[in-house]
C-alpha cells in the first residue's frame, strides 16, 4: 500500500451560519484535493430545499459537490436525504414525512470513509442546526471521528459566532481542525480588515485562513486550486 497523501482522512465542514460559504470552500478543497491525486468522497447527508425535476428531488449542493471531487459516486450516495421544503432539514423532515435515522447517516460516512481516501462532509445550516433529533453537524463529527473544518462570513459579528462555535466544539471533544474565514461578499464592510486578527487573539485554532471573494462563472463555480493551496498544504 502506498502511504497516504493526506495526514487525516477527512473533515466535517461546518458553519457558523447557513450561506456562510461550506458549498464553496468544500468544492474548492474537493477539486483541489482530487487534482492533487487524492480519491475524494463527498458526503451532504441532508439537503432542504432540493428543485423537483421529473418528479425526483435534486440537491444543488450534493450536485456541485459531486462535479467538484469526480467520485463517481451517485447523487444518492451523496445525498440519501434529499428535501423540499427550504426550511430547516428537522422541519422540512417532519412536513414531508421523512425519517432522518443519524445511524444511516453515520454509516454512510463510515462508507466513505473507507472507500475514499479523503472525505468532505457538509452537514446542513449552521454548527448545531438540527439535521435530526440528536444529530447535528457537532455531533456528526463526534460520533464520525472527524475533525471540524469551521467557515466564517468575514462580516461584522464574525467574532462572536467563531467564538460561540469553538466553545461549543471544544466542550464536545472534537477536533477544530481549522478556520476559513470567508467573503462571500463583493462588498466587504470595514470589518473584514480586522476580523482575522481579531479571531486569532481571541479564539484558539490552529489556522484562520482567510479566502477572499471569487466571481463564480459557470466554467469555474469555485475557488481555484491557488486560493485553495494553503488549506491542501495543512492536510499533507
Ligand atoms: N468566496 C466566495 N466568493 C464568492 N461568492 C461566494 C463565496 N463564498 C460563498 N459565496 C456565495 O455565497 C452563497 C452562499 O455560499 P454557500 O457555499 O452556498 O454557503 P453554505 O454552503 O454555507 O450555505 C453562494 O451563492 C456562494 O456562491
Ligand atoms: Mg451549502
Redesign the pocket.
Known amino acids: 500500500m502506498t502511504e497516504p497523501q493526506f495526514s487525516i482522512r477527512g473533515l466535517i465542514?461546518a458553519?457558523t451560519?447557513?450561506?456562510?460559504?461550506?458549498?464553496?470552500?468544500?468544492?474548492g478543497l474537493a477539486a483541489a484535493a482530487a487534482y492533487a491525486g487524492v480519491s475524494v468522497g463527498v458526503i451532504k447527508p441532508v439537503e432542504s430545499g432540493c428543485m423537483e425535476k421529473a418528479g425526483r428531488l435534486i440537491p444543488a449542493?450534493a450536485s456541485i459537490l459531486l462535479e467538484a471531487a469526480q467520485s463517481g459516486q451517485t447523487l444518492n450516495d451523496v445525498c440519501p436525504y434529499p428535501l423540499k421544503a427550504p426550511l430547516a432539514p428537522s422541519v422540512a423532515a417532519k412536513l414531508e414525512g421523512v425519517s432522518i435515522d443519524p445511524n444511516d447517516i453515520v454509516k454512510i460516512v463510515n462508507e466513505a470513509l473507507f472507500e475514499f481516501e479523503f472525505t468532505l462532509v457538509?452537514p446542513?445550516?449552521g454548527l448545531l442546526s438540527p439535521l435530526a433529533d440528536k444529530l447535528d453537524s457537532l455531533e456528526l463529527a463526534r460520533l464520525v471521528g472527524l475533525p471540524i473544518l469551521l467557515?466564517a462570513?468575514n462580516k461584522l459579528g464574525v467574532i462572536n459566532h467563531v467564538r460561540l462555535c469553538e466553545k461549543s466544539i471544544r466542550s464536545s471533544g472534537v477536533l477544530l481542525w481549522g478556520i476559513v474565514l470567508?467573503?462571500?461578499?463583493?462588498t466587504p464592510d470595514e470589518s473584514a480588515l480586522t476580523n482575522r486578527e481579531e479571531i486569532e487573539r481571541f479564539v484558539k485554532a490552529p489556522f484562520v485562513i482567510e479566502?477572499?471573494?471569487?466571481?463564480?462563472t459557470p466554467e469555474m463555480?469555485w475557488?481555484s486550486r491557488e486560493l485553495m493551496s494553503p488549506l491542501i498544504e495543512r492536510l499533507r
Do not use: F, R, W
Request: hydrophobic share 35%; glycine share 12%; charged share 10%.
Open positions: 465542514i458553519g451560519d447557513t450561506g456562510v460559504g461550506k458549498t464553496v470552500v468544500a468544492c449542493d457538509e446542513a445550516g467557515v462570513p470567508n467573503q462571500p461578499s463583493a479566502l477572499p471573494y471569487v466571481s463564480m463555480s475557488p
